[in-house]
């Protein structure tokens, strides 16, 4: 992982939740963000960039979400950086929108953040 990508992907994810009307608080029940907008709530946890290891890191986060689910209506993020858009899809689309795990991705160049629809 490049130094402070998982830092810059934080900054980044928050300033667009806060900018779609989200209040967002850090390091909630063990998740790396839990947000709020009116009964909506959002559970995220973010990762950088880590070479080799992407696949093998991707299936971590999406174990930690999963041991993390409470059962309530929240949906679940993973946030990570664009160039992991073929790793994130390890975990079908379908499986993905039966747990409500939505995938974020950011661009570390321009900040940008794109949510996940395939």
């Known amino acids: 992982m490049a130094p402070g990508d998982e830092a810059l992907i934080e900054t980044a994810f928050v300033r667009f939740l806060e900018a779609e009307g989200w209040t967002v608080h850090r390091q909630v029940g063990g998740h790396d963000f839990e947000a709020t907008r009116g009964s909506e709530i959002l559970r995220a946890e973010v990762k950088g960039r880590t070479g080799a290891n992407t696949g ?7 174990g930690q979400l999963l041991r993390r689910m409470e059962d309530d209506d929240a949906t679940y993020a993973v946030v990570v950086p664009k160039e992991s858009g073929m790793a994130v ?24 953040v794109i949510r996940e629809d395939r």
């Open 56 to 62: 093998l890191d991707l299936d971590t986060i999406y």
């Open 89 to 112: 899809r390890r975990v079908s689309k379908r499986v993905r929108d039966l747990l409500r795990i939505a995938v974020f991705k950011v661009d570390l160049e321009t900040g940008n």
